[in-house]
């Protein structure tokens, strides 16, 4: 069966997959093993050590490379680990252009640990092509892009910054943590690298972390596989076979974090203590046109500002709520609240953070999959 042609709400349980060689067994066995056995020096069945190649990871990385519209994949340990997987294919002296509202330890590894390695990054708001163009140069190499924004929601013109790409021969890596492939694939729009933190909706259960990147060019997985097996940080098979199992139901799960992003969002919008909702799915939102252009719906990431905007009316209502959880991440079946300033975005120092829009009083909500009366009714009793 050609898999690569099944519908996407298909590709998600198939893609990439058969039964095991060994029994059958139609989801791939957890192979627990660090090494392997050879026959004599050189011949093997494939497998020689498991930090350069493990079946249970190979078979994440075929779903992976299959749901991304991509040829190769690749399994890291953690999104940062697949972040600076990217980076460690530039040298001192080259420059990097970002999204300026980015996820915090994205920001912490450019400016805290790579800049001391001689790559300058340019954060600049990437609505603005006029502004990211005036930041490259002829040491520019790679542009990376985060859509939606994490935590204020912008999208990013993904076809466009690949022409700009192409036109400049930049490398264009784009970040689909929020929107997952479900709801838009980057290398169909022209990038070159996908990177996820497959910790979120790719998982989809809070119970594991990792990442992943996807390309299609031979050469661009070629020097990627070498870095991941040279700086080793690559995750274990039980992880491996967590997210393969979460992405067999991300199309169910995405269908309903969609119903009830909009649910949420749509109530926020109306009641009168909020003064802002960031969500691209309103025709107010400003970057709508790009997200109706190249997503297929809007998510369940929202972000919103009491009309108090400050800090102590934004730890009341997180400290609150009661079906929302308080914590970190997002794109679990259960809904999340978190208070950026504090929690992912802290290691931003405050006037930079201030300046793109994410003030102490910015609350951000990962809208679960559970029903969305009980989500609103939370919301209520947390925002009277
Ligand atoms: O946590 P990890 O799997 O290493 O992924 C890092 C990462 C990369 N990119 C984006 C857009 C992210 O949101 C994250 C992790 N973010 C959170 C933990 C958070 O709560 O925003």
Not at 115 to 134: C, L, N, Q, R, S
Not at 231 to 239: F, K, N, Q
Not at 255 to 263: I, K, L, P, V
Request: glycine share 8%; net charge negative.
């Amino acid at each position: 069966m050609a898999k690569k042609k099944l519908y996407f709400n298909s590709r998600t349980i198939h893609g990439g997959q058969q039964p095991d060689k060994a029994y059958g067994s139609v989801m791939p066995p957890v192979y627990f093993t660090s090494t392997y056995a050879q026959e004599k020096p050189g011949t093997h069945l494939g497998y020689e050590y498991s930090r350069s190649h493990n079946p249970t990871r190979s078979a994440l990385e075929a779903s992976l490379a299959n749901i991304e519209s991509g040829a190769h994949a690749l399994a890291f340990a953690s999104g940062m680990a697949a972040i600076d997987a990217v980076i460690k294919l530039l040298k001192p002296g080259d420059e990097v252009v970002s999204t300026n509202d980015l996820y915090g330890g994205t920001y912490r590894i450019f400016d805290k640990m790579f800049a001391a390695y001689g790559i300058t990054f340019h954060f600049v708001p990437m609505g603005d092509m006029g502004a990211v163009e005036k930041h490259i140069n002829t040491n520019t190499k790679l542009l990376w892009v985060e859509t939606p924004t994490n935590p204020l929601m912008q999208v990013i013109d993904i076809k466009a910054m690949a022409a700009l790409a192409e036109a400049h021969k930049l490398l264009l890596a784009v970040d689909n943590t929020f929107a997952s492939p479900y709801l838009q694939r980057p290398l169909e729009l022209g990038a070159d690298i996908v990177m996820h933190s497959a910790t979120k909706y790719l998982g989809g259960h809070s119970d594991v972390v990792l990442g992943s990147l996807v390309v299609n060019d031979t050469d661009l997985a070629n020097r990627l596989a070498f870095i991941q097996n040279a700086s080793g940080a690559v995750p274990g098979p039980m992880d491996a076979f967590l997210v393969l199992r979460g992405i067999k139901t991300l199309h169910v799960r995405m269908q309903r974090h969609c119903e009830n992003g909009r649910a949420v969002a749509e109530f926020l919008a109306q009641h009168p203590n909020i003064q802002k909702v960031y969500w691209p799915g309103f025709e107010t939102h400003p970057n709508h046109e790009v997200a109706k252009a190249q997503m297929d719906d809007f998510g369940g990431m929202i972000s919103f500002v009491h009309k108090d905007n400050s800090l102590e009316k934004a730890v009341a209502i997180v400290s609150s709520l009661q079906v929302f959880t308080l914590a970190e991440s997002l794109g679990g079946v259960e809904s999340l609240a978190g208070h950026p300033a504090s929690m992912t975005h802290a290691s931003i120092p405050k006037e930079k953070r201030e300046k793109t829009g994410v003030t102490d009083g910015l609350i951000r909500l990962s809208v679960g999959i559970e029903d969305s009366k009980d989500l609103i009714v939370d919301l209520t009793q947390a925002l009277s």
